[in-house]
T-cell receptor, first 113, second 109 residues
Framework: EPEVTQTPSHQVTQMGQEVILRCVPI?????FYWYRQILGQKVEFLVS????????KSEIFDDQFSVERPDGSNFTLKIRSTKLEDSAMYFC???????????FGPGTRLLVL | KNEVEQSPQNLTAQEGEFITINCSYS?????LHWLQQHPGGGIVSLFM???GKKKHGRLIATINIQEKHSSLHITASHPRDSAVYIC???????????FGTGTRLQVFP
């Protein structure tokens, strides 16, 4: 069964460094999302992406964050200058149409030191 | 106040027990999701509902749109059902999901 994949599974970085989290959505999916979950807290929406542009973003998704779909398969989340509070699990999700359920990737655990 | 509230926060059960997890929401929604998160962190979608009831194996999800309430039931619970169960709603006006804080379920043999 097709699945969403994410790399890396874990990343440790120094405060102020740039990180890129990568996702490969399911191949015929058109809607893409990033979520984050700080340890012990609920999952929070970051951004949605459709038709090669951001369709919605949350207050968390400030100028330090950006998303890209550089080719037909990858969907990336870049954090330009990481802060300690960016430490979290980051989930990518995708869906085929607006009405269908989202499929989540396994997550990338980011630790900022 | 959270837009999505779940109860209970924690639940322990003996194997074989019938489990109910509740979700209430305060916003207009176009769909409600029940998700399962295992200790490793991965999230699996169990159900997406916009009305009525859905069943998959030992899992049943119901929703009452008028009362803004949904329940997830697990029949004949098993230790492998131990996980965090998360309710998430799709806001009526946008495509984003709003998540509850989750219910941590532990089923003991």
């Amino acid at each position: 069964e097709p699945e969403v994949t994410q790399t890396p599974s874990h990343q440790v970085t120094q405060m102020g460094q740039e990180v890129i989290l990568r996702c490969v959505p399911i191949s015929n999916h058109l809607y893409f999302y990033w979520y984050r979950q700080i340890l012990g807290q609920k999952v929070e929406f970051l951004v949605s992406f459709y038709n090669n542009e951001i369709s919605e973003k949350s207050e968390i998704f400030d100028d330090q964050f950006s998303v890209e779909r550089p080719d037909g398969s990858n969907f990336t989340l870049k954090i330009r200058s990481t802060k300690l509070e960016d430490s979290a699990m980051y989930f990518c999700a995708s869906k085929r149409t607006g009405l269908e359920t989202q499929y989540f990737g396994p997550g990338t655990r980011l630790l900022v030191l | 106040k959270n837009e999505v509230e779940q109860s209970p926060q924690n639940l322990t059960a003996q194997e074989g027990e019938f489990i109910t997890i509740n979700c209430s929401y305060s916003v207009g929604i176009s769909a409600l999701h029940w998700l399962q998160q295992h200790p490793g962190g991965g999230i699996v979608s169990l159900f997406m509902l916009s009305s009525g009831k859905k069943k998959h194996g030992r899992l049943i999800a119901t929703i009452n749109i008028q009362e803004k309430h949904s329940s997830l039931h697990i029949t004949a619970s098993h230790p492998r059902d131990s996980a965090v169960y998360i309710c998430a709603v799709r806001d009526n006006n946008t495509d984003k999901l709003i998540f509850g804080t989750g219910t941590r379920l532990q089923v003991f043999p």
